[in-house]
C-alpha cells in the first residue's frame, strides 16, 4: 500500500524533470514511465516526448505528444 501512495503523490508534483535533458517539464504534457526494478520497487520517471522520441529505434512507433495537434 506504501507503494500505491507514494506513486499516486509523484503523480500530483506539478513540476518534473525531464529524465533525458535533465531540463524542467513546466505546463508541458509529459510522458510518465515506470520501472519495475528486479527488487520488485518502482521508479517513476518523466520526459518530454521529444527527447524520448530522439532516444527510441527508429523501428518503435512514437507519436511525440507535442507533435499532437
Known amino acids: 500500500m506504501e507503494k500505491i ?10 513540476n518534473h524533470q525531464c529524465c533525458f535533458c535533465g531540463e524542467s517539464i513546466e505546463n508541458e504534457v509529459l510522458v510518465a514511465m515506470t520501472l519495475k526494478l528486479n527488487d520488485g520497487q518502482l521508479q ?6 521529444l527527447c524520448l522520441q530522439k532516444r527510441l529505434h527508429p523501428s ?3 507519436i511525440a505528444p507535442e507533435e499532437v495537434k
Not at 6 to 11: A, R
Not at 44 to 49: E, I, N
Open 60 to 62: 518503435v512507433p512514437f
Open 5 to 14: 501512495i507514494k506513486t499516486v503523490s509523484e503523480s500530483l508534483v506539478t
Open 44 to 49: 517513476s520517471m518523466s520526459t518530454h516526448g
